[in-house]
T-cell receptor, first 116, second 111 residues
Framework: ETGVTQTPRHLVMGMTNKKSLKCEQHLGHNAMYWYKQSAKKPLELMFVYNFKEQTENNSVPSRFSPECPNSSHLFLHLHTLQPEDSALYLC???????????????FGQGTRLTVV | TQLLEQSPQFLSIQEGENLTVYCNSSSVFSSLQWYRQEPGEGPVLLVTVVTGGEVKKLKRLTFQFGDARKDSSLHITAAQPGDTGLYLCAGADAAGNKLTFGGGTRVLVKP
């Protein structure tokens, strides 16, 4: 248990569906992240939020829409996804978005997403 | 774009054997982290190395940061089945604003 909780753990959705992934942290961290982990690529940073403000969007398609209502919660809204979007989506948090020395990123267990 | 190459991609060994995993880049990193990810879980931080040439030990795991801060290695002595997992290195850029992950090395330790 890292203190970062993601729901659901598994999700199967059709290409015309709309779904949301949820991430929650009670570590008092100010920064939250969405990463995509697929079988054939390194862990890819998607979005970074610091104090609820988006500080980075790593050229992510608009079919992925993040929302950060407060420092403890982060959502990833999904719509009209493609089969190639199937992957493990990991949420992480850290004390500060500037990854200074000894700043640790705490990861959730991920949501395994399958788009059919 | 800073890239981190990990090698090998997959390693299968018997319990009690030693192994080394490498993380290489042409870029300089301000610090480098090693994570282990077990099936069904997110990555968990093992260590952060900061100084060129630094060596850190965590029980049977030894981490080294290259003198030029472009590469790192992880050595496991007398591996155990509990060491099985995906080992990821991640480098922080000069400003410390971004973590770039390597592709990972999947380690399987057979009893």
């Amino acid at each position: 248990e890292t203190g970062v909780t993601q729901t659901p753990r598994h999700l199967v959705m059709g290409m015309t569906n709309k779904k949301s992934l949820k991430c929650e942290q009670h570590l008092g961290h100010n920064a939250m992240y969405w990463y995509k982990q697929s079988a054939k690529k390194p862990l890819e940073l998607m979005f970074v939020y610091n104090f609820k403000e988006q500080t980075e969007n790593n050229s992510v398609p608009s079919r992925f829409s993040p929302e950060c209502p407060n420092s403890s919660h982060l959502f990833l809204h999904l719509h009209t996804l493609q089969p190639e979007d199937s992957a493990l989506y990991l949420c992480a948090s850290s004390q500060d978005w500037r990854l200074r020395v000894n700043t640790e990123a705490f990861f959730g267990q991920g949501t395994r997403l399958t788009v059919v | 774009t800073q890239l981190l190459e990990q090698s090998p991609q997959f390693l299968s060994i018997q319990e009690g054997e030693n192994l080394t995993v490498y993380c290489n880049s042409s870029s300089v990193f301000s610090s480098l982290q090693w994570y282990r990810q077990e099936p069904g879980e997110g990555p968990v931080l093992l260590v952060t190395v900061v100084t060129g040439g630094e060596v850190k030990k965590l029980k049977r795991l030894t981490f080294q940061f290259g003198d030029a801060r472009k590469d790192s290695s992880l050595h496991i002595t007398a591996a155990q089945p509990g060491d099985t997992g995906l080992y990821l290195c991640a480098g922080a850029d000069a400003a410390g604003n971004k973590l770039t992950f390597g592709g990972g090395t999947r380690v399987l330790v057979k009893p």
